[in-house]
């Protein structure tokens, strides 16, 4: 047990979110409990982590929910393990849950996107069809997110690039989608920054600058592909050109790193093949596996197309994981590094009040508001 790798979470703490500041201590070995010292709350070394109160092996959870995320059917796991279906779908859950709010907190920061690509999947539901839009980071191959709905239309697009939004400084980038006409919408609303005014009311929005928009369309006879045409929607194509060139996306404008995401996925998920008879019953349970798949995918899976040429040691390739190409980690992560990893809440503001601050509330805010 090591208390200054800890945070205390409680949220009416001043020293909430922080680690090494000494203040967390070791309140029982025994029961892996921890104490701050600040507000005197003990809490679990589980708290904020899919082990909370599961009274089953956590080396059992981490090896259930890691076949999970490979694609071993939940029928399997309930058969090899002898668990009951619906405690294995609440760890699917809780891990789906911590996979999101990780996601939120690691990815969803402002970067040098470059070049982008986006596209959608049918699912198949339980008396229904399911949408599941995803985009994708082409020089790291780090997957950006992706929203679930039950219809194809502009609404899924424009959640999907706000999510790319929340992921992109305002610098030139080039996003390259299929031919359908919702995207162009989806991004010129979601790519907007207001522009105070000083004046009473919303501030008028004004588009970034320089993001580009490329499509590929496909042009088929019955089953058959017969034509393939590549245009930019938005922008000028010597640009998109030096974006492809920068981003490492080929030589002209298309989604064939989407795609390949897309295939990881049908592979590890079973109701993302297209002729299968497993369907999916909620849109919950296919936000938390996608959630679960991405967030593997990025810290926990070696890409082939981005290892390096190894110098020392004498490997002759390093592996590398998406996030580790993004310069996220500094290694490849376990499935339980991700499993234990705890999202620290934001950090405490001061006391919000009229009036002078007391010499108490002064001492906190001199400690624990930096």
């Excluded at 047990?1 to 909430?16: G, I, S």
């Excluded at 019955?222 to 981003?247: C, D, F, I, S």
């Excluded at 004498?314 to 993004?326: C, E, F, T, V």
């Amino acid at each position: 047990m090591d208390p200054q790798a800890q945070f205390c979470p409680n949220m009416n703490c001043p020293a909430r979110g922080q680690r090494g500041q000494g203040n967390v201590v070791i309140h029982s070995r025994q029961k892996a409990r921890y104490q701050c010292t600040q507000c005197k709350q003990t809490f679990s070394a589980t708290t904020g982590t899919p082990f909370y109160r599961l009274h089953h092996p956590l080396d059992q959870v981490v090896l259930v929910i890691t076949l999970l995320a490979y694609g071993c059917p939940l029928q399997a796991i309930v058969a090899a393990f002898g668990l009951d279906e619906r405690t294995v779908l609440d760890w699917q859950r809780r891990a789906g849950n911590q996979a999101r709010q990780m996601h939120e907190h690691l990815i969803q920061q402002p970067r040098d996107l470059e070049h982008v690509q986006a596209d959608e999947l049918r699912v198949k539901g339980q008396g229904q069809v399911l949408w599941l839009a995803m985009a994708l980071m082409v020089r790291t191959r780090l997957w950006l997110g992706g929203v679930v709905a039950l219809q194809r239309d502009e609404a899924l697009l424009l959640s999907l690039m706000h999510q790319v939004r929340a992921c992109a400084l305002a610098r030139p980038l080039l996003i390259c989608v299929d031919g359908f006409r919702a995207y162009l919408a989806a991004i010129q609303l979601a790519f907007r920054s207001p522009l105070p005014s000083g004046h009473r009311g919303p501030p008028r929005l004004i588009a970034w600058p320089q993001i580009l928009i490329g499509q590929v369309v496909k042009h088929q006879q019955g089953k058959r592909l017969v034509e393939v045409t590549r245009r930019m929607a938005q922008g000028n194509l010597a640009e998109a050109e030096q974006l492809l060139k920068r981003g490492r996306g080929g030589s002209q404008i298309n989604t064939a790193f989407i795609e390949r995401l897309n295939a990881t996925f049908r592979a590890r998920l079973a109701v993302l093949v297209r002729r299968s008879r497993v369907l999916i019953q909620q849109p919950q349970t296919l936000e938390a596996l996608m959630y679960l798949l991405g967030s593997v995918y990025n810290f926990c899976t070696p890409h082939k197309s981005l290892r390096l040429a190894g110098l020392i040691g004498g490997h002759k390739w390093i592996a590398r994981s998406p996030a580790l190409a993004a310069g996220l980690t500094d290694h490849i992560w376990t499935v339980k590094e991700l499993l234990w990893y705890r999202v620290p809440p934001p950090h405490w503001q001061g006391p919000n009040h009229r009036g002078p601050l007391s010499k108490a509330e002064k001492a906190l805010v001199a400690r624990w508001c930096q």
